[in-house]
T-cell receptor
Framework: GESVGLHLPTLSVQEGDNSIINCAYS??????FIWYKQESGKGPQFIID?????DKRQGQRVTVLLNKTVKHLSLQIAATQPGDSAVYFC??????????FGTGTRLKVLA | DAGVIQSPRHEVTEMGQEVTLRCKPI?????LFWYRQTMMRGLELLIY????????DSGMPEDRFSAKMPNASFSTLKIQPSEPRDSAVYFC????????????FGPGTRLTVL
């Protein structure tokens, strides 16, 4: 599959451990944030979103935290599994269709 | 449920040739997006359609690129003539009327221009 970046930051996590992927966003007017997962050879897949009136949102095994003061977003994956290995992107938008995508973080799950 | 469908999945062509990429959005979605992904620039929005009408084509690199959406279930992105620097993965995404911010991506077309 295609690689999304030769110099992507990489996070290596032991299977079963929790993963935390961080993202700094740029636009203080952004009010909607999304995390996408992209596996090799596939398109980005929606994981979880959060609006700016919240600071935390939980899904199945995933939690997104939003700190608007420092413009920081994080994705926490509980009990990381081999199938979680992928590139993870954050995206921000000021409520329009125009997403600003982060550069991505590669998550490697070690057996 | 079928997701966004793109064809071809891989395209290899020679510089100067015309390339046409195809997309079928998810049924019922009224917004469609074309993106390009490269190692250097990441994901870039090329063009956005709403109800089959091009709303924002400011991301289209130059006149060699054109996109059409003749109906709600089909869109094309054409590059004529193609150049090696157009080599990238091209994604189509669609979003539903009631969740316009949530974009569902297709599997992409990997284009290589020799």
């Amino acid at each position: 599959g295609e690689s999304v970046g030769l110099h992507l930051p990489t996070l290596s996590v032991q299977e079963g451990d929790n993963s935390i992927i961080n993202c700094a966003y740029s636009n203080s007017a952004s009010d909607y944030f999304i995390w996408y997962k992209q596996e090799s050879g596939k398109g980005p897949q929606f994981i979880i979103d959060i609006r700016s009136n919240m600071d935390k949102r939980q899904g199945q095994r995933v939690t997104v935290l939003l700190n608007k003061t420092v413009k920081h977003l994080s994705l926490q994956i509980a009990a990381t599994q081999p199938g979680d290995s992928a590139v993870y992107f954050c995206a921000e938008t000021p409520g329009t269709y125009k997403y600003i995508f982060g550069t991505g973080t590669r998550l490697k799950v070690l057996a | 449920d079928a997701g966004v469908i793109q064809s071809p999945r891989h395209e290899v062509t020679e510089m100067g040739q015309e390339v046409t990429l195809r997309c079928k959005p998810i049924s019922g979605h009224n917004s469609l997006f074309w993106y390009r992904q490269t190692m250097m620039r990441g994901l870039e929005l090329l063009i956005y359609f709403n109800n089959n009408v091009p709303i924002d084509d400011s991301g289209m690199p130059e006149d060699r690129f054109s996109a059409k959406m003749p109906n709600a279930s089909f869109s094309t992105l054409k590059i004529q003539p193609s150049e090696p620097r157009d080599s990238a993965v091209y994604f189509c995404a669609s979003s539903p009327r009631d969740r316009a911010n949530e974009q569902f991506f297709g599997p992409g077309t990997r284009l290589t221009v020799l």
